[in-house]
């Protein structure tokens, strides 16, 4: 693991955390040291604090994205407004904690993003291996799992491609994985708890604004003029995904 934080107190007690939790650390303090890191020792996960001199997690994000390294990335913000995360988001991280934080709910993350990233997926494109073809073909799901359609929408769960009518989505790995939950379930009301279960492994409980923050960013990147609303907020309850 790569952490990334410029508050020396913070960084020391959160590399102490990691570490009795298990994780083999690499701390740094800002994003120039993070890059060089992250190119010289590719980490199974990064840790990016957003507010650093010189270049920002933002930045770190970005860069590491438009190479084509798809390693899960957690960002950590003091920042609380919508705009804030969206823009983390946005960067291509693909979750975050805002301070101050409990050292649980950072774990619960780094867990849930692990779980549901598997090797290959945090190799750079550039990088695999001339030779995988056929590893490759023998992992591909069988025909009926590799595409899902509902209302309207195309989800490519092997290439990871989701398209909308002809129109085609650019999700981060957290708005895909929230999507496509809620195309498998199409028509049926899922729960604030089953959604946290299934993408978080974890329920943050019902003061989290974080399931909020996603779902309305994904309706801002499926939402079109003069098309029906997908995403339906069931007031108490949860989320349902249907094209009235």
Known sequence: ???A??????RHALERALTLEGYRVT???DGVEALAQAHRTPPDILVLDVMMPGIDGLQVCRVLRAEGDRTPILMLTA????ADRIAGLDAGADDYVVKPFDVEEVFARLRALLRRTSPDERTPRSAAPAGNHASQAAREPALPERQLTAAGLRMDLQARRVWRGTRELELTRTEFEL???LVRNAGIVLDHSTIYDRIWGY???PGSKNLAVYVGYLRRKLDEPGASQLIHTVRGVGYVLRED
């Open 5 to 10: 934080e410029d508050d020396r107190a913070i």
């Open 27 to 29: 701390a740094v303090a």
């Open 179 to 181: 999507l496509e939950l």
């Open 1 to 3: 693991m790569l952490l």
């Open 79 to 82: 920042l609380v407004e919508t």
């Open 203 to 205: 329920d943050f409980g």
